[in-house]
């Protein structure tokens, strides 16, 4: 009888619970559905059917579209070109992240000024770096392209040439983001108790030993979260491409992002874009499912 | 408990009333639409205009602007000036960014179901407007409306407007490609600042004369629209006076031809053969403020820049056609006016006055003494406004008078697709990591399969 009664209070307070906090989701949650689920769905079911200039009406061709992207040498292009992109600047912004972090870390005279100089290119919206940066790329103008040219005794269109296109928007990510990076560092830094350091220096161990042995294993989940927004951040940030390159020259810089943009508004082909959105959703999740599904857990030392 | 309830309640309502202000605000606008709507009918009888009661007709615009200066005023100028006219009619003019922007609003208004009533938009865009069941053909207009005088239009700029038979659009902001060139400069070498040159070889000659004391001979742009620098180059170099590299009903491209791998050639020889020209692909935007600061003596660029340069320049410079090989030639560029589907029959015969006022030769005078682009009507020049502008910077006249040598700019169907088949080729070549004749080849057989589902 009283198990009972203990049951219904039980279920009745589960539900008053329930009931509020779905309340308190019930707002975005409605929002996330109708502007990223539904979306989603959709271009999920589209990218089963061909819609293009030449047919308007959807016709379902099944995974076509995948097979054709499998054919399609701009996509091969593209997916391989944001693959070296992101290997380009993942590890070096981390890198040079970690390193930031480290020197903000220390108590020294102008800390906060650096911290602010690290932190500051981040605050820039990307179009305004892309500008920036596109001048400085210019031919005869540019600081780079000056350097550039003084280097190779002879002019260089850095962004003109597909050689070196795609390591000049590298350096200028790894400019804009590394900055960024270094909060998350600064922060996981800040949670290592200092009596760490401190048994450490009385046993007479080195600096370097003690950001070997102590700082870099102790940040390992920073490092996990950041590398995947780094990742994630590298198939994602495009806006440069308008302003820059156009994704061009002949596809050298062209991003998997962009030539969805592409296949969608310039060349009509709905069908195509929105198979290769599934492709790239599909890798985003992947991606970001490293954070939840056990390395995080794999990687903490406590 | 019966706060917490309370939360949650105000909590859903929150949410139910964000949901349906997203709904709200289209009902709104639909209904004004119709209200809009039914009075027209009224105002369209002669009677009922007179009635102040009347709600007038109304309209949106979208237009772009693609060149420097403050071009938003002097078309919200020119529509206000049309609604004092024809207070029947309210236009709505929206700025929508550059040609590309543009063109994407429309596109998703389209699908949308909610297109502009007119918009300005880029003459290529025709056979894609067509094939998207977007834009009405303005015939009926033209043979019932004597004030238009379609005799007027250059033929350079309505051969665009036209695909078998039909005219889809009205010429308003055009222009073609011109050659600038330092005056300064040409007498630092001993050339005559008053004698351009006029064939392909003195081109050459010139540039390499030009090219020293810290600027280059000669920049011709290769990124974005690389085809369009292309179409003149194939052009000058054609025997035929009328060979485009496509087909006039949208459905062939030929690029790859013997002809063509010249005129590319020529274009890589510039910088690769006789360092005239900077090596790899030269920016678009970058080159007048290259011509501007001095670092190069020549370029080729839109006649759209000429205010842009008129304005900066801080040296003496001469505007020519562009030189020839076999012929002169320039592809047109820029856009027309368009009228679309899916409104009401009241809507498009407003949107057919706005667009004709729009390119009468007073308002084609004013915007092209405005913004440097060619007055679309031959009357435009007989225009006090025009022969003033025209006697004080007779360079303007350059690409009026290039227009008997000009052409279609490349338009077919899937027209994003084969554009960028043949721009991206042509870059590969200018980065050098193709020749000349396998780039057009590539070019080729991408154009002919994005245009296969057209020919079948």
């Known amino acids: ?18 009931g509020f906090g779905w309340g308190l989701v019930l707002p975005s949650l409605l929002f996330l559905c109708l502007f990223t689920y539904y979306p989603m769905f959709k271009s999920f079911w589209l990218s089963f059917y061909e819609k293009n200039l030449a047919t308007p009406e959807p016709l379902f061709v099944g995974f076509d579209n995948y097979i054709n992207l499998l054919h399609d040498n701009v996509f091969m292009k593209v997916f391989s070109n944001n693959i070296w992109f992101a290997i380009g600047t993942v590890p070096t912004s981390l890198a040079l992240a970690f390193l930031m972090a480290l020197f903000a870390d220390k108590a020294i005279k102008g800390r906060g000024l650096a911290r602010l100089s690290f932190f500051y290119p981040n605050m820039i919206p990307m179009i305004a770096v892309a500008n920036i940066w596109l001048f400085l790329y210019t031919p005869h103008f540019g600081l780079f392209a000056r350097l550039a040219s003084w280097i190779t005794d002879q002019p260089v269109n850095l962004l003109g040439t597909p050689d070196t296109v795609m390591g000049a ?24 108790p200092k009596d760490l350091y401190e048994a450490a220096a009385v046993s007479g161990v080195g600096t370097f030993t003690a950001i070997r042995r102590i700082t870099i294993p102790l940040t390992m989940p920073t490092t996990l979260f950041v590398a995947v927004v780094a990742i994630t951040n590298s198939f994602k940030l495009v806006d440069h491409l308008w302003i820059m390159t156009k994704g061009g020259p002949n596809n050298a810089s062209n991003l998997l992002l962009y030539y969805i943009y592409e296949s969608t508004f310039n060349f009509y082909d709905q069908g195509m874009a929105a198979s290769m959105t599934v492709i790239m959703i599909v890798l985003l999740l992947l991606i970001s499912s490293l954070q939840f599904f056990g390395w995080d857990r794999k990687i903490h030392y406590e | 408990m019966q706060k917490q309830t309370k939360t949650i309640l105000t909590l859903l309502s929150v949410s139910m009333l964000a949901v349906a202000g997203c709904g709200q605000s289209n009902n709104s606008t639909a209904e004004a639409k119709e209200n809009t709507v039914q009075p027209t009918t009224i105002a369209a009888t002669p009677e009922s ?48 960014g550059n040609y590309g922007d543009n063109t994407v609003k429309i596109q998703a208004g389209v699908q949308a179901k909610q297109p502009p009533d007119v918009a300005v938009m880029m003459s290529t865009e025709l056979y894609s407007m067509l094939d998207m069941n977007a834009i009405i053909p303005l015939d009926d207009f033209i043979a019932k409306d004597t004030d238009i005088q379609m005799a007027d239009f250059y033929p350079a700029f309505v051969e665009d407007t036209q695909s078998e038979g039909k005219t889809y659009s009205l010429p308003f902001q055009r222009s073609t490609i011109v050659m600038y060139y330092n005056k300064e400069m040409f007498k630092a070498v001993g050339l005559d600042p008053e004698k351009p040159p006029t064939t392909w070889d003195e081109l050459v000659t010139y540039a390499k004369k030009l090219n020293k004391d810290g600027h280059v001979g000669l920049e011709i742009p290769g990124n974005d629209d690389s085809y369009w620098m292309f179409q003149m180059l194939a052009r000058q170099n054609a025997t035929d006076p009328k060979q485009n590299i496509m087909s006039s009903d949208g459905k062939k491209a030929m690029f790859d031809t013997p002809e063509n791998v010249e005129a590319l050639q020529f274009w890589l020889d510039l910088s690769h053969k006789y360092k005239a020209m900077p090596e790899g692909v030269i920016d678009w935007a970058t080159v007048p403020t290259d011509f501007i600061q001095g670092k190069t003596a020549m370029m080729m660029h839109t006649s759209g820049n000429l205010t842009n340069v008129k304005n900066n320049a801080k040296f003496e410079f001469g505007v020519a056609f562009p030189p020839a090989q076999k012929q002169f030639g320039s592809p047109t560029g820029g856009g027309n006016l368009y009228i679309f589907k899916g409104t009401s029959p009241e809507k498009q015969a407003a949107a057919w006055e706005f667009a004709k006022y729009m390119t009468a030769s007073e308002q084609a005078a004013l915007f092209s003494s405005s913004s440097g682009y060619v007055g679309v009507r031959k009357s435009a020049y007989d225009t006090d406004a025009m022969k003033k502008y025209t006697a004080d910077f007779p360079q303007a006249l350059v690409a009026r008078d290039q227009l008997e040598y000009a052409f279609r700019e490349l338009s077919t169907h899937n027209h ?3 554009s960028t088949a043949i721009t991206n080729q042509i870059q590969a070549a200018l980065a050098g990591e193709i020749d000349a004749a396998g780039a057009l080849k590539k070019a080729q057989a991408e154009a002919e399969q994005a245009l296969a589902p057209f020919n079948k």
């Open chain 1, 169 to 192: 928007l590298v350096i200028m990510m790894i400019w804009k983001e590394a900055g960024y990076f270094m909060i998350f560092y600064l922060a996981g830094m800040q949670q290592i």
């Open chain 1, 1 to 18: 009888m009283e198990g009972l009664n203990g049951m219904n209070a039980g279920w009745s307070e589960r539900l008053r619970r329930n």
């Open chain 2, 416 to 418: 994003g697709k084969v």
């Open chain 2, 49 to 96: 205009t007179e009635t102040p009661a009347a709600k007038p007709v109304e309209i949106t615009f979208y237009y772009p602007v693609n060149v420097g200066g403050p071009l938003t005023k002097v078309i919200d100028g020119m529509a206000s000036a049309f609604m004092e006219q024809h207070p029947e009619i309210k236009v709505n003019p929206v700025y929508t």
